[in-house]
């Protein structure tokens, strides 16, 4: 059988932060959707990653307009802490992953082996256009996102359903605001609104977008916009800080059990009063799913 030499290619650059930081937001699902695209027309709508010698990775890669896709996947081969990263494409393809400490900062480097399809060039300036973005990334994250997990004692379908339809949805979210419902599809691609009345009477609430929808499995939320006093705002000092931050609920399923994963991006004042809530909201979540799956 023959055998089909790739040239490496290397893409490397250095990052502002720590290697201990540049490892995190390098290897977590969360931050992977964050900074895993070359340029604004693309998005990681989904990341899953099972990061030890012999584990997986997906990373489900979209242009924004909605066309069709590809999944991004391999298997890792090596893992040194803090230092470097091998694994293996879906297509037999290897790369090297080497994190280098710069004092405070870390050096980068990737070197790939390149495919056939497309020129060199091209796919050296895409790889490192992806870098580019996690430079970025990592450069401006601050440490606030919110993270909550809960172990429900149901399959993930029913917490699903929990999640997704009318009437558990008003029920969990009521701790929230107990008038909290939802308009809209949760079917991809789709716009949504999160809504509840005011103590005057008037809609408050958020504008998003389902950016993902893995039945049972995975939803990704974008919120948009929100809504203040039946005023819609799209811009302005109201969005501007936290528009396209995301919304996560990873359900990960164990016997006949269901782990939920919710993870936020911080959204700005309200950030502190959704901290206190999630928990509660958590556990109502629980008690209405166990309930679906009696």
């Not at 999160?194 to 974008?222: A, C, T, W, Y």
Request: charged content about 30%.
């Amino acid at each position: 059988m023959e055998v089909v030499a790739h040239p490496r290619i290397t893409v490397e650059t250095i990052v502002n932060v720590p290697v201990e930081k540049a490892w995190e937001l390098w290897t977590t699902p969360w931050h992977i959707m964050h900074w895993n695209f070359a340029s604004i027309d693309w998005h990681t709508t989904y990341a899953e990653n099972d990061f030890r010698v012999g584990g997986k990775f997906l990373y489900r890669m979209e242009p924004v307009n909605g066309r069709q896709g590809f999944d991004f996947s391999g298997e890792f081969t090596s893992i040194e802490l803090y230092k470097v990263i091998d694994y293996v494409i879906a297509d037999g393809r290897k790369v090297k992953v080497t994190f280098e400490v710069k004092g405070f900062r870390t050096r980068i480097a990737e070197i790939f082996e390149a495919e056939t399809k497309n020129r060199r060039d091209l796919q050296q300036e895409g790889w490192q256009a992806i870098l580019d973005n996690f430079k970025r990334y990592a450069e401006s994250y601050k440490d606030d996102m919110i993270h909550f997990e809960a172990i429900i004692n149901c399959p993930p379908g029913a917490v699903y359903r929990a999640i997704t339809e009318d009437e558990p949805y008003r029920e969990w979210s009521s701790v929230f605001n107990p008038s909290s419902y939802f308009k809209g599809s949760w079917k991809k691609g789709s716009g949504i609104r999160f809504l509840g009345v005011d103590d005057e009477g008037r809609k408050s609430g958020m504008i998003s977008r389902i950016k993902e929808n893995i039945p049972d499995r995975f939803i990704s939320i974008e919120h948009m916009g929100m809504i203040l006093k039946d005023i819609d705002y799209m811009c302005g000092p109201e969005v501007d800080e936290w528009q396209g931050a995301l919304e996560n609920y990873t359900l990960v399923p164990r016997g006949n059990r269901t782990i939920i994963y919710v993870d936020l991006d911080n959204i700005g004042p309200a950030t502190e009063e959704l901290k206190g809530m999630w928990p509660k909201a958590l556990d109502k979540l629980r008690q209405v799913s166990e309930r679906l799956c009696r």
